[in-house]
C-alpha cells in the first residue's frame, strides 16, 4: 500500500511500491491526463510534479513520491487558466495531443525556474518529445506565458 497525495487528494493505492508513479496514478487513482509514451523515463510524456518539480513519473516509483504532493495536468489549475495552458490555447500548439499533457507539465515547472527564457534555454531546457513536431508552437506559448507572468508568479 502506498500513500498518495494528488492534486490535494488523499489515495491509498494497493501497489507495489516498486510501481512507476504513471501507473498508479492512471491505474489505480484514474487520472488518465498522465500519458505514457516510451516507459523509460525519455519522452516526458508522462511529467507530472512532485512538491512543484517536473519528473518523468514512468521513471519515478510510486513510493518515492509518498508524503509528497503530487500534481497532474488535471490539478495544474482548476479550469484550465494556468498561464502555460492558456498560452497553449492562444498559440494553437496541440496537434495529436498525446504528448501534450508532459510537455505542459514540464514547460509550468521550466518556466517557474527561467521566468524569462530565450530560445536557446527553451530547446536546451525542454527535452519533451513530440512525434507531431508542434515544437515551434511550443517555444512560442512558452515565450507567451512569460511574457504573461511578467510581474506575477506561476
Ligand atoms: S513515458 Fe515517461 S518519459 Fe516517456
Ligand atoms: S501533439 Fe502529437 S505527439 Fe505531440
Not at 525519455?42 to 504532493?69: D, L, Y
Not at 484550465?80 to 507539465?105: L, N, R, T
Request: proline share 5%.
Amino acid at each position: 500500500m502506498v500513500a498518495l497525495t494528488v492534486n490535494g487528494k488523499h489515495f491509498d493505492v494497493d501497489v507495489d511500491p516498486d510501481m512507476p508513479l504513471a501507473w498508479a496514478i492512471r491505474d489505480k487513482i484514474g487520472l488518465t491526463g498522465t500519458k505514457v509514451s516510451c516507459g523509460a523515463g525519455i519522452c516526458g510524456a508522462c511529467t507530472v510534479h512532485v512538491e512543484g518539480e517536473a519528473v518523468r513519473s514512468c521513471s519515478f516509483p510510486a513510493s518515492a513520491a509518498e508524503g509528497k504532493n503530487i500534481t497532474t495536468i488535471e490539478g495544474l489549475s482548476p479550469d484550465g487558466s494556468h498561464p502555460v495552458q492558456k498560452a497553449w490555447i492562444a498559440e494553437d500548439v496541440v496537434q495529436c495531443g498525446y504528448c501534450q499533457s508532459g510537455f505542459i507539465m514540464a514547460a509550468a515547472d521550466f518556466l517557474k525556474k527561467n521566468p524569462n527564457p530565450s530560445d536557446t534555454d527553451i530547446n536546451n531546457g525542454l527535452t519533451n518529445i513530440c512525434r507531431c513536431g508542434t515544437y515551434v508552437r511550443v517555444r512560442k506559448a512558452i515565450l507567451r506565458a512569460a511574457q504573461s507572468q511578467k510581474g506575477a508568479s506561476l
